[in-house]
């Protein structure tokens, strides 16, 4: 089967770094996504990792490692604002989005 | 930038009725859609996908007669609830792929319709 982990809430101070980890096991893998999602809203893209390796854009950067099954989004910087969910999600051999159930991320001041 | 609308944003209903959600891509040709569901603190669930001029693909669990979609044209594709109950309340958002620049990893979404059944 298919299946995605991350963990269900993490808690980071402002001004602090937090890293969200994302394992997955897929059938095929054309890329993996983090979306940011606040509630009531729908996802908006954060990032797309195809190919191993660091992607930096700003305060958010994003890691795969294919061998292992496993990213991670890395916020840097924190503010206020950065609370929310964040959904990792595997695009798989038929290029579907296989979605992980989120990682609520709560920021304290 | 691409740009997907669903309307209604929210829609209120009694038990046993029918609601229409549309979808559309309002400065691309989406040759595929895809309709999703997400219930509190939960993911997002895909449900259909759905490719202009053809029947929809369903999700194992998902009822076809229930969830009746149409994906007419290029730019417009419709979710009709049919008879619906308390337990279809749900946050449903739709997302399209543009079909000029050949990406098939990109999926622009919509803003989502909040549906409640009373």
């Known amino acids: 089967g298919q299946n995605i982990d991350q963990p269900t809430e993490m808690t980071a101070t402002e001004g602090a770094i937090v890293q969200i980890n994302c394992t997955y096991q897929?059938?095929?893998?054309?890329?993996l996504f983090w979306y940011q999602q606040h509630a009531g809203e729908a996802p908006t893209f954060l990032s797309y990792?195809?190919l191993d390796g660091l992607e930096e854009k700003g305060r958010f950067s994003s890691f795969l490692s294919r061998s292992k099954g496993y990213s991670y989004l890395l916020l840097k910087e924190l503010q206020m604002k950065d609370s929310a969910s964040y959904l990792c999600?595997?695009?798989?051999?038929?290029?579907?989005?296989?979605w992980g159930a989120g990682t609520k991320l709560i920021i304290k001041p | 930038g691409a740009v997907v609308s669903q309307h209604p944003s929210w829609v209120i209903c009694k038990s046993g009725t029918s609601v229409k959600i549309e979808c559309r891509s309002l400065?691309?040709?989406?040759?595929?859609m895809f309709w999703y569901r997400q219930f509190p603190k939960q993911s997002l669930m895909l449900m259909a996908t759905?490719?202009?001029?053809?029947?929809?693909?369903?999700e194992q669990g998902v009822e076809k007669d229930k969830f009746l979609i149409n994906h007419a044209s290029l730019t417009l594709s419709t979710l009709t609830v049919t008879s619906a109950h308390p337990e279809d309340s749900s946050f449903y958002i739709c997302?399209?792929?543009?079909?000029?620049?050949?990406?098939?990893?990109?999926?622009?979404f919509g803003p989502g319709t909040r549906l409640l059944v009373l």
């Open positions: 999600a595997v695009l798989d051999s038929n290029y579907q989005l296989i």
């Open positions: 897929t059938s095929g893998f054309n890329g």
């Open positions: 990792n195809v």
């Open positions: 759905s490719n202009e001029g053809s029947k929809a693909t369903y």
């Open positions: 400065d691309f040709q989406a040759t595929t």
């Open positions: 997302s399209a792929r543009d079909r000029t620049s050949g990406d098939l990893e990109t999926q622009y």
